[in-house]
């Protein structure tokens, strides 16, 4: 029996361990791109990388070890879980600028080969604050009110699409609401302003009916408390884009002095 123990132990630290391979490629391909870049133009900002790093950390804490074992049994760690993969870390990601540093580190027929797919009809589609608010809040209300949930932790493929679609489709949406690396199409800060209103008051009733309503084979107590993390914390990380969509929106609006203005002023002064 100690023996069985042993063998299966090793078994999920060796699968950790391929889990975890993905998410070393991507930092270390981000840390390879930016001393590539800086060594070509200016200096890539060190905060920048540190922020790619805990955003690849987060995703990773979400899908393989302790905090994802534990999420098939405790709907709580779930829940910490899908705040960590599909809020804080695509925050952090997007907040990394990854474009930008792709942009200045490929060769320029490749960055516009990549401009022009962005700029595509598909893309700004999916950029679009509405449809990335659907995909984003419209995909975690089928995955609790349906029996989606239960079905995840019966089928690997289920397991894999879901976690994939609760990154990308929070990825997606923070990109749809504050721009920090080039966007295909940039849509008005009041229209934002209004899906991402939206989008959180969908989040904070969905996180109130999972409170009352616990999913298929959650306990009662257990979905009181990841309703409530689900609504605290993630209020805790909507706070941060909301404002960086401020401080944004107040740049853009804030009056530009013309040199021609700042001369006379000067003038006057003197």
Not at 49 to 67: D, F, I, N, S
Not at 77 to 104: E, I, K, Q, Y
Request: aromatic share 10%; charged share 10%; hydrophobic share 50%.
């Amino acid at each position: 029996m100690h023996d069985h123990h042993t063998h299966e132990a090793a078994g999920w630290v060796w699968t950790d361990l391929a889990g975890l391979l993905p998410f070393a490629a991507a930092i270390a391909l981000y840390i390879a791109a930016a001393i590539l870049s800086s060594r070509q133009h200016r200096k890539w900002p060190i905060y920048r990388t540190v922020l790619w790093v805990l955003g690849v950390l987060c995703a990773a804490a979400a899908v393989t070890g302790p905090l994802a074992e534990r999420a098939h049994t405790d709907f709580t760690a779930h829940m910490l879980g899908h705040l960590l993969l599909g809020m804080l870390g695509p925050l952090l990601l997007v907040l990394s600028a990854p474009m930008t540093l792709f942009f200045r580190s490929v060769p320029v027929s490749l960055g516009r080969k990549t401009s022009r797919l962005l700029k595509s009809r598909p893309v700004r589609f999916l950029s679009d604050p509405i449809t990335a608010s659907v995909l984003n809040i419209g995909g975690l209300w089928l995955l609790y009110t349906t029996t989606l949930y239960s079905a995840m932790h019966d089928s690997l493929l289920v397991h894999i699409v879901v976690h994939f679609h609760v990154f990308a489709a929070g990825y997606l949406f923070t990109i749809s609401m504050i721009y920090i690396d080039p966007a295909s199409h940039r849509t008005s800060f009041l229209y934002r302003a209004v899906v991402l209103t939206m989008a959180l008051a969908g989040h904070g009733i969905l996180s109130k009916f999972i409170y009352a309503n616990p999913p298929a084979g959650v306990a009662s107590q257990q979905a009181e408390s990841g309703g409530m993390l689900m609504y605290y914390g993630g209020d805790a990380i909507d706070v941060i884009i909301i404002i960086i969509l401020c401080y944004q929106w107040y740049k853009a609006a804030k009056p530009r002095t013309s040199s021609f203005e700042l001369k006379t002023s000067k003038g006057a002064v003197q």
